[in-house]
């Protein structure tokens, strides 16, 4: 070895490369514990944590919810009656809170009680009804935005329009990560609509926690893997390049004995090439077994492609990373989860996540990895319990949709929170995405008041001024 | 409704309570439910924790009766007048508790409490509201004096400034004892100036020609060179594009600003011609509104002010009024923190917490932008293009064209009514007669059989006419209940022109609502079902819109609100491209009887057709973003927490007081006020504008400004380093006509710029260099990154002549970047930068930056060891060294050392260069290793 730098030394010395950033912009309480000079070491957080990770199943559009999980009667029984509604994109549009009449649409799929804790579940999601016990549902979720982009935005970064950090990267920025050699928050299939970057990045937190992509939505996912990991060169040659540049970087260092910022970028290739040698058997799924495999729905057409980001979903996590979202949607502004008409489509979307959901849970438990793990499913908002334009979809719906949550301290085959008789807006309980975000803050020891940032003259936060943690829904 | 049933129901309450005037209920009913409910967000105690809301306070009777930010909480007696009560009803903008709705019977017993005269027993006053720093004791904060005009101080070297700035410089080093570091050599110099003035590496040859100038002034002509070459507005117009937030497209739908180059190229002439700083920052402002003596003048005027166009905003955003304020709160972003170093946007909310900025100044501001418009409102809303001054030749050209359609518009018009006094007889065969088969429709074409049907249709070949398996009908009945979809499979991305197929007739509705779903959004068209289409007797366009593969796509048309029978036969999407010449498959026009006729509704659509064809082949004015001015000049009111729809007190347009020396210009009434504002931004006595710039340039050249926090100059910023060397700056820069090259000049040519960085002294007396006694060295930006490859692999490329994108491109998604011009040129896509702009800490393109980040992170070692750019440029850096005439691989490496890092190789890397080039068979791959190693080392990446 031709750096003559044991890792504690390069940890203590890279702070004053990279992590004297960091530190600048911590605000005080926050000082001490990011004490560790690698602004990405491993850290307690506020609080003792009762998860240490998060898989977020973004379903990218926004899943019906009264043709999933919202049991309402009323539909049934009003079906194609014209009945006043307060539809949120007419309102937003005038500016004036009025209600206008629409035709009651019946939910498409039929719902029945399932598992010990009798959840109520449609058979659109028929795999992953058989694990409602292990679900924390929210049915009284409300947030912000209308329109795609505004509430992709909020329920990434917790606004709408400014450029704020995403909750990868603030649970990053709060908490490190447990594999120095991998990335620590991992965005699989991200689309590149909506926000796109804007989704996983950092935007004024320090760039050691901006969110890696892995290929994009609609892509192959045999195809996803971290930027520029592998190159043109063969492994010859780059072993032989690499050992030049050590030795160039040696030479270099000479020139200036002591200097932490050379030494910080030939550290930056040390790192970069252990991460090169260590994340592709990370997202190599061949080590899996065939039953495994099979378990995610791998090898069946509808399901092969989102049963493989789950299955690498799974294996980061267990790998150390500290947040990984796993996004079933689409590449451009229009997303899959968004049938404003036609609405069985959604039957497709179902199948092709079901199965490798049920699968995720099932595996994360016999794993053990499901007690701290939080896994995260859903959308950036709900749809309309009516039609819309009285023709065969649902419009979007931010008034009141359903979100689950499993594992990590959530309370198990429960549900919390009411929207109102057809399942328009929440009314009992309500929890706005400010308050969820709380919540998972929380569940990773994290208090969302304290993890802030001081940026352009103040302090930030992921719930900027809101939020409330949800304690009804903690185990 | 609410209110005049409530007012009964509460006399019967209050009349009911026997001891209402007493404390009895107060203690009872009300205390209990202010203390679990309220109290967390209204309280002294709230206030403590940073977490009281409104700034309202329930805590005592007079904090209860001086209310917050919205007025008293409650009027004693008068439940009506009451917002507590509003709010417990839920039954307005504020929902309280927001945690969900009390029971009725806690709502009556509030009612019944305030309807008996509020009594409460709780004293002791809450204190005041807080507010920011108080105007008058912000006005003695250092940034918000007047510049000063400080004399240079003694200094005990007198041999060493080469100026006053030196002067200042030295003696506060001298006052801690320490001297400044010894010049840097000239081949140091050489590349430090290179990179700060053009942001290109020198070439040996360059750099051997300054070392071996003995001209007493070879630096000051090295100097005016690079300042007088294009490199200069490439690399400090970049600069400013960082500060103006530049790009060219926004985030949401990836939606490109196609004209936005413009402003880029504004930019970069600006700096290259010394435009003075003042009137740059005028043009960019309200350019479009000052005089111009040229149609040149005008043109750069217009296009300067796209830097109020540029923000990333949420076109999606439904509510348009909060929109509106988003843009405005964007633009007043980057002008307050660009310009004046303020972070204004904290007091959209709240008087600012720190800086002497009250609300009512923010709206003020915001008052004056918001009197331009830079949106036209729709489901996505488009930025504003305005046409630019065109050569004399074209301007004929527009008016003939111009002349031309109005000609045929009136003529179509009159053709139009002319077939309206003579409507076809009720159910008469349209033009084209019989069925057309489904096949022979152009485009993608869908049958009203196979559309997605709502409520009862009726399916019919009643007319005889139509495509496919007949047509069909709502029965003129359930109107608002029945709609009808058209949903195709598109097999690709692109722009379609969208026809819909009816049976028209006059007993058909007239105003159907046909609404196509788009990639665009959704647009609604009324079709007059009574009128035979236009088209082939068969099909009426309804417009031309972009879909996406697996995007929405689809028209559905309801019945709603319509009168007579709606009906649907097909919708086909034509490829643009491929939509048929009008008439090329039109039946032949009908025989009417009336031979007089003037015209049938085929000439009609021949006509239309025609327009349709004028217009596309219009000329062309160029465009640029541009903002355009209400006609109506308007005062805003305070948004109360910064709610556009809770409207408080009147804000009269103005400017901040705290940063406004003397009277402030007087405001038009019918002005918008951005010519004032304008005017007092670039006021010689706004104590702001040039202290923040003459701090920028000193940022660029030093790494470090003389403010670090170079965005602000509030009261949480950093102070000055040397206050009095920024007011001297300052002050020389205005009296040197604000020229930028000038202040550059002054700054590079002083003997503290072309210190070298070791100063063991100062390194350890002063570890960060906060006395200026060393250089910096500093990190090359991602474009210097770029740019210092390609110039060494020889690819680097001229500037394209405008965008260096196709013209068509509709959205920014995947864009590959594969120009090789200098970065500065590239599109700066907020969805798809540049890899390596990515990687390497590029500007926000969404937010002003004055201090990019610098980073050290494995994502720009895996670049340098793995991206196709770094291999494929060092391949060709090797190719190109190899071509040169070199004696041996020792001098090749010496070469290779100084063209990358702009020194000779030390013995150690020579030798291990030597031991590398021995080890390889191929001495091509190499030497393109070596390249892409001395690319990637560290050395490459710092100057000093």
């Known amino acids: 070895m031709l750096l003559p730098l044991s890792r504690r030394e390069w940890l203590t010395r890279t702070g004053c490369g990279f992590g004297s950033l960091a530190l600048a912009g911590l605000a005080s309480a926050d000082a001490a514990r990011a004490a560790p000079a690698d602004p990405l070491a491993a850290r307690p957080g506020h609080h003792k944590a009762r998860a240490k990770r998060v898989i977020f199943l973004f379903m990218q559009g926004g899943v019906s919810h009264v043709d999933s999980y919202d049991h309402k009667p009323r539909l049934d029984a009003d079906d194609g009656k014209q009945m006043p509604f307060h539809d949120s994109r007419m309102i937003a549009n005038s500016g004036v809170r009025q209600a206008s009449n629409r035709r009651v649409m019946k939910p498409l799929w039929k719902f029945a009680r399932h598992g010990q804790s009798g959840m109520w579940a449609s058979d659109l999601f028929p795999e992953v009804a058989r694990h409602v016990d292990e679900l924390c549902f929210v049915k009284s979720m409300h947030t912000e935005g209308v329109a795609h982009g505004p509430a992709t935005l909020f329920l990434h970064c917790g606004s709408t329009t400014f450029v704020r950090p995403s909750m990868g990267s603030w649970v990053l920025y709060g908490l490190g990560t447990e594999n120095a050699n991998l990335p620590g928050f991992v965005s699989i299939a991200p689309s590149a609509g909506n926000g796109g970057p804007r989704n996983y990045g950092n935007a004024f937190l320090p760039a050691v926690y901006q969110g890696t992509p892995l290929g994009h939505a609609g892509g192959p996912a045999a195809d996803a893997t971290i930027k520029n990991l592998a190159g043109p060169l063969p492994p010859a040659a780059k072993q032989a390049n690499f050992d030049l540049l050590r030795e160039l970087h040696a030479e270099q260092l000479k020139r200036t004995p002591g200097d932490a910022e050379l030494e910080a970028v030939a550290n930056s290739y040390e790192l970069a090439w252990r991460m090169q040698r260590n994340a592709p058997d990370v997202l190599d799924l061949a080590k899996e077994s065939a039953e495994t495999k099979a378990l995610y729905g791998i090898g069946e057409k509808a399901t092969d492609t989102y049963g493989r980001q789950c299955l690498m979903a799974r294996r980061l996590c267990e790998a150390g990373v500290r947040f990984v979202q796993v996004t079933y949607g689409d590449n451009s502004a229009n997303p899959a989860w968004d049938q404003h008409s036609n609405l069985p489509k959604h039957g497709d979307h179902a199948k092709a996540v079901d199965k490798p959901i049920a699968g995720l849970l099932a595996d994360l438990k016999r794993r053990g990895l499901l007690e701290d793990t939080i896994v995260w499913w859903g959308g950036e908002f709900g749809r309309t319990p009516y039609a819309e334009g009285n023709g065969t979809g649902r419009d979007h719906n931010p008034t009141g949709f359903t979100v689950w949550c499993a594992g990590g301290g959530f309370k198990k085959g429960f549900a919390h929170g009411e929207t109102d008789e057809f399942g328009g807006q929440a009314v009992t309980d309500k929890v706005h995405m400010h308050d969820l975000h709380a919540t998972i803050l929380h569940q990773l020891g994290l208090d969302h008041e304290k993890l802030t940032y001081r940026y352009a003259g103040r302090d930030f936060r992921l719930t900027d001024v809101h939020g409330h943690v949800v304690k009804g829904v903690l185990a | 409704m609410t209110r005049t049933l409530l007012l009964p129901a509460v006399a019967l309450l209050t009349a009911g309570l026997a001891a209402a005037n007493d404390f009895d209920h107060f203690e009872k009913k009300i205390r209990p439910v202010l203390v679990e409910q309220c109290y967390s967000c209204h309280s002294d105690d709230a206030e403590a924790k940073k977490k009281l809301r409104g700034g309202l306070k329930l805590d005592t009777r007079d904090a209860v009766l001086a209310g917050g930010d919205t007025g008293p909480a409650l009027v004693p007696g008068k439940p009506a007048d009451s917002l507590l009560l509003k709010s417990l009803r839920y039954d307005g903008d504020a929902k309280m508790p927001p945690k969900g709705k009390l029971p009725d019977a806690v709502i009556k ?836």
Request: glycine fraction near 8%.
């Open chain 2, 109 to 944: 017993d509030f009612e019944a409490w305030v309807a008996a005269g509020a009594p409460d027993p709780r004293k002791a006053g809450g204190a005041a509201k807080t507010v920011g720093l108080d105007l008058e004791k912000g006005r003695q904060f250092w940034s918000y004096r007047p510049v000063a005009n400080p004399p240079a101080p003694a200094v005990k070297d007198g041999a060493w400034p080469a100026g006053d700035l030196d002067r200042f410089v030295l003696a506060a080093l001298e006052a801690k004892g320490l001297r400044p570091a010894p010049d840097a050599d000239r081949a140091t110099l050489a590349r430090r100036l290179y990179f700060d003035l053009t942001g290109l590496p020198p070439t040996p040859e360059q750099t051997d020609a300054f070392v071996n100038d003995k001209s007493p002034d070879a630096y000051e002509k090295l100097v005016d060179k690079l300042l007088a070459s294009p490199g200069f507005g490439e690399r400090w117009g970049r600069h400013w594009l960082d500060l103006a937030r530049y790009a060219e497209s926004v985030t949401l739908r990836g939606l490109v600003f196609k004209e936005a180059w413009r402003y880029r190229a504004y930019v970069l002439d600006a700096f290259d011609r010394d435009v003075p700083f003042d009137r740059f920052v005028r043009e960019q402002v309200a350019g479009d509104l000052l005089p111009a003596a040229t149609p040149a003048d005008r043109t750069r005027q217009v296009v300067a002010t796209g830097y109020l166009m540029l923000g990333n905003n949420n076109l999606e955003e439904q509510d348009k009024r909060q929109l509106r304020m988003d843009v405005v709160d964007e633009q007043l972003d980057v002008i307050a923190r660009g310009v004046l170093a303020q972070t204004v946007t904290c007091a959209r909310c709240h008087d600012h917490k720190f800086d002497p900025i009250p609300t009512k100044d923010y709206y003020a501001l915001a008052g004056i932008l918001r009197n331009a418009r830079a949106l036209k409102d729709a489901n996505v809303s488009q930025w504003l293009e305005v046409p630019l001054p065109a050569g004399p030749g074209v301007e004929e050209e527009v008016r003939k064209h111009d002349a031309a359609v109005a000609d045929l518009q009136a003529r179509i018009k009159a053709a139009k009514a002319v077939a309206a006094k003579n409507p076809p007889p009720a159910d008469a065969p349209p033009a084209a007669k019989g069925v057309l088969a489904l096949k022979d429709v152009p485009g993608i074409a869908v049958d009203d059989a196979k559309a997605m049907k709502v409520g009862a249709w009726t399916e019919s070949k009643h007319s005889g006419s139509y495509i496919g398996a007949g047509y069909a009908h709502d029965d003129n009945g359930g109107k608002g209940e029945k709609s009808i979809t058209f949903d195709p499979e598109i097999p690709a991305t692109g722009k379609y022109e969208v026809w819909l197929a009816y049976s028209g007739g006059v007993s058909r509705a007239d105003n159907v609502p046909v609404t196509v779903f788009s990639a665009d959004g959704e647009k609604t068209v009324a079709v007059n079902m009574k009128q035979p289409p236009g088209i082939d007797g068969r099909f009426v366009s309804l417009g031309q819109f972009r879909f996406e593969k697996d995007g929405q796509s689809f028209v559905l048309i309801s019945n709603e609100g319509t009168k007579g029978h709606v009906t649907a036969d097909a919708v086909t999407f034509i490829p643009a491209d491929q939509v048929p010449a009008p008439g090329a498959k039109a039946a032949p026009p009908a025989k009417g009887k009336d031979k007089e006729k003037p015209a049938d509704a085929a000439a009609v659509a021949a006509m239309e057709a025609e327009l349709k064809r004028l217009q596309a082949a219009a000329p062309k004015r160029p465009m640029a973003m541009s903002v355009v001015e209400e006609a109506k000049p308007e005062d805003l009111r305070v948004n109360v927490r910064g709610s556009v729809h809770n409207l408080g007190e009147p804000a009269p347009r103005g400017f901040l007081r705290v940063a406004t020396v003397g009277p402030a210009p007087a405001m038009p009434a019918d002005q918008s006020g951005r010519v004032q504002l304008a005017d007092w931004l670039t006021s010689k006595d706004n104590p702001l504008t040039a202290r923040v710039y003459a701090n920028r340039a000193w940022h660029y050249l030093f790494g470090s400004g003389i403010v670090r926090t170079v965005d602000n100059f509030g009261t949480t910023g950093e102070t000055p380093s040397h206050p009095e060397l920024l007011d001297h700056l300052a002050t020389r820069f205005v009296a040197d006509g604000w020229s930028v090259k000038k202040l550059v000049r002054t700054i590079v040519t002083s003997r503290t710029y072309r210190q070298s960085a070791a100063n063991s002294a100062a390194a350890a007396a002063d570890p960060e260099n906060r006395l200026f006694g060393r250089a910096n060295r500093r990190r090359l930006e991602a474009e210097a990154i770029r740019d210092a490859v390609l110039s060494v692999s020889g690819k680097l490329a001229p500037a394209p002549d405008g965008p260096a994108f196709a013209p068509g491109l509709a959205a920014d998604y995947g864009f590959k970047h594969t120009a090789v011009c200098r970065s500065v040129y590239l599109p700066v896509f907020r969805n798809a930068l540049p890899e390596l702009f990515e990687a390497f800490d590029f500007a926000d393109p969404s937010v002003t930056t004055g201090k990019r980040t610098t980073s050290t992170v494995a994502p720009q070692a895996l670049f340098m060891m793995n991206n196709p750019f770094a291999v494929e440029q060092a391949k060709h850096a090797a190719a190109r060294l190899l071509a040169e005439a070199h004696p041996d691989d020792a001098a090749r490496v010496v070469r290779a050392y100084r063209l990358t890092l702009g020194r000779a190789p030390t013995a150690g890397e020579r030798a291990v260069a030597a031991k590398f080039l021995a080890a390889q068979p191929d001495p091509k791959a190499a030497w393109a290793a070596l390249f892409q190693a001395l690319f990637a080392s560290a050395d490459f990446r710092f100057i000093e």
